[in-house]
């Protein structure tokens, strides 16, 4: 008995540091708004970090590995960012890659790379007005909630 159990938890670690890459991340609310806080969100491009925790609510549902196939384009990880303009699937005719990243490296879950990208994105349009889910759900909005708690 004593060896079959050992032999599971044995398992269970193995599987736990082998597999970490294929499992989503999401990242709690309470933990984007401190790294976003971290980065220097608040007052960037005039929005607040709540207009980014909305942002990223309604883009990935704040999971990391998000995926969107639009047809001739597709939007990666947890800020959306779409191949078409800002970084390289392979995929996208006539891809810019204005971020100069792979688009795979949008879905993992260190989102330093995510961070840099999207506040271009941000700078280069001045706003959030290239993220459809902002400005649907959190546009002029009272988005307190959003970092309330935390």
């Keep these: 008995m004593r060896t079959s159990m050992l032999f599971v938890g044995y398992l269970l670690i193995f599987l736990g540091l082998a597999l970490p890459g294929t499992q989503a991340k999401d990242i709690p609310r309470c933990e984007l708004v401190k ?3 971290r980065h220097g969100f608040e007052g960037f491009v005039g929005k607040t970090v709540a207009d980014w925790v ?7 549902g704040y999971r990391t590995t998000a995926f969107n196939n639009n047809g001739p384009s597709r ?3 947890i800020f959306q960012i779409n191949s078409k303009y800002w970084c390289n699937d392979g995929k996208t005719r006539g891809s810019k890659n204005a ?17 840099q990208c ?10 959030l007005t290239p993220w459809v889910a902002w400005k649907k759900y959190c546009q002029g909005k009272n988005l307190s909630s959003y970092v309330r708690g935390c």
Excluded: M, T
């Excluded at 909305?54 to 990935?60: A, F, T």
């Excluded at 971020?99 to 961070?115: A, H």
């Design 54 to 60: 909305c942002l990223v609510k309604h883009e990935s």
């Design 118 to 127: 999207a506040k271009k994105i941000a700078r280069e349009a001045r706003g």
């Design 35 to 37: 790294i976003l806080r």
């Design 75 to 77: 939007d990666y990880g």
């Design 99 to 115: 971020c100069n990243i792979n688009c795979s490296k949008l879905r993992d879950d260190n989102i330093v790379d995510d961070i």
